[in-house]
C-alpha cells in the first residue's frame, strides 16, 4: 500500500526519490573508487612522494601500499616513459595527456551528482507550483462552499515537494563540490610526483 504522504507528493515526488536513490549510488561508487585509487588518503601520499625523493620506490614498497593505485599507475607508467623518450617535453606533454586521462576517468559521474543538485530544487518547485494550482482549482470548483481539507492538500503537496527537493539537492551538492576538491588535490599530487620523475631523469 503507498503511503499517504506518496500520494500526495504527486509525480513529482517520485522523480525525486529516483533523483536520490541516482545520487547515493553515484557518491557511494566514487567514495570507494576514490579510497580505492588514494584519493582519500593523504598520509599514503606523503609516504609515497618521500620515497620517490629518497629513490626508494620498489616493488615491495609498491605492493605494501596499494592504497596508492592512482600513484602506482602515474608512476609506473612515467618512469617507463621517462625511458621511452629522450626529449623532457615529449615527456611531459605524454604524462600530462594520460595524467589528464586518469583525473577524467575518476570524474566519471560527477556531472550527474551535480545536474541532480540543481534540478532538484527546480523539480521541487514544480511540485510546489502543481501543488498550489490544484488547491487553487479546487477552491474555484467548490464555488462558495469551500472544503478545508481540499485546500490543504494542495498546500501538503506543494511543501512536501519543495521539502524533498532541498533534501536531495543539499547533499548531492555538498558531495559534488567536496569530491571535487579531493580530485584538484589529487591533481596537484600527480603533478608534483612526476616533476620529481622529471628532475631525477637524466635527459
Known amino acids: 500500500m503507498v503511503p499517504q504522504w506518496l500520494e500526495q507528493g504527486g509525480w513529482s515526488l517520485w522523480v525525486l526519490i529516483a533523483l536520490s536513490i541516482i545520487s547515493v549510488s553515484i557518491a557511494s561508487y566514487k ?46 607508467h612515467g618512469l617507463a616513459q ?60 467548490s464555488g462558495m462552499q469551500i472544503d478545508p481539507s481540499i485546500l490543504s492538500a494542495g498546500i501538503s503537496q506543494a511543501l512536501l515537494t519543495t521539502a524533498a527537493g532541498l533534501i536531495v539537492a543539499l547533499p548531492a551538492l555538498s558531495l559534488w563540490h567536496l569530491y571535487e576538491r579531493m580530485l584538484a588535490k589529487a591533481q596537484r599530487q600527480i603533478e608534483t610526483v612526476l616533476t620529481e620523475i622529471s628532475i631525477r631523469t637524466q635527459w
Do not use: C
Not at 620515497?51 to 609506473?76: E, F, G, M, P, V
Open 82 to 141: 621517462s625511458k621511452a623518450h629522450q626529449n623532457k617535453d615529449d615527456f611531459e606533454v605524454v604524462m600530462e595527456q594520460y595524467a589528464t586521462n586518469k583525473i577524467e576517468e575518476m570524474r566519471g559521474g560527477l556531472k550527474t551528482l551535480e545536474v541532480i543538485s540543481m534540478t532538484a530544487p527546480l523539480l521541487g518547485l514544480l511540485g510546489t507550483v502543481l501543488g498550489m494550482i490544484n488547491a487553487f482549482d479546487q477552491m474555484k470548483n
Open 31 to 76: 567514495l570507494a573508487q576514490f579510497i580505492w585509487f588514494g584519493v582519500a588518503n593523504n598520509r599514503f601520499y606523503a609516504l609515497w612522494l618521500e620515497k620517490l625523493t629518497n629513490n626508494a620506490l620498489s616493488a615491495s614498497y609498491r605492493k605494501k601500499h596499494s592504497d596508492t593505485y592512482l600513484l602506482n599507475q602515474i608512476t609506473n
